[in-house]
């Protein structure tokens, strides 16, 4: 199976840092687009950031300036660094990897940023 392990949540003060990794394994093809979204209770899952192969990056208007993309190919890795963090970043964080014939979520890591 595919599997996706993300690391890195935590509980952080307004104006800390944390950084997110996804490490995608197992019998998987090229992958493709690998993405951050988040899910806050009782709002919809919505698109952070995504980074192509080749490393083009878009980001949701809330984080631009605020959080960066990054990946590993040689080690299926994909990076979120956030810095400047907001309550309301507050969510369940999610990665996903597109690859040629499916698409992978990793299981959520929570991140928490108090007033």
């Known amino acids: 199976q595919v599997q996706l392990v993300e690391s890195g949540g935590g509980l952080v003060q307004a104006g800390g840092s944390l950084r997110l990794s996804c490490a995608a394994s197992?019998?998987?093809?090229?992958?493709?687009?690998m993405a951050w979204y988040r899910q806050a209770p009782g709002k919809q899952r919505e698109l952070v950031a995504r980074?192509?192969?080749?490393?083009?990056?878009n980001y949701a208007d809330s984080v631009k300036g605020r959080f960066t993309i990054s990946r590993d190919n040689a080690k299926n890795t994909v990076y979120l660094q956030m810095n400047s963090l907001k309550p309301q970043d507050t969510a369940v964080y999610y990665c996903?990897?597109?690859?040629?014939?499916?698409?992978?979520w990793g299981q959520g890591t929570q991140v928490t940023v108090s007033s």
């Open positions: 996903y990897v597109q690859s040629v014939l499916h698409e992978y």
């Open positions: 197992g019998s998987i093809s090229s992958i493709g687009a």
């Open positions: 980074i192509t192969r080749l490393g083009s990056t």
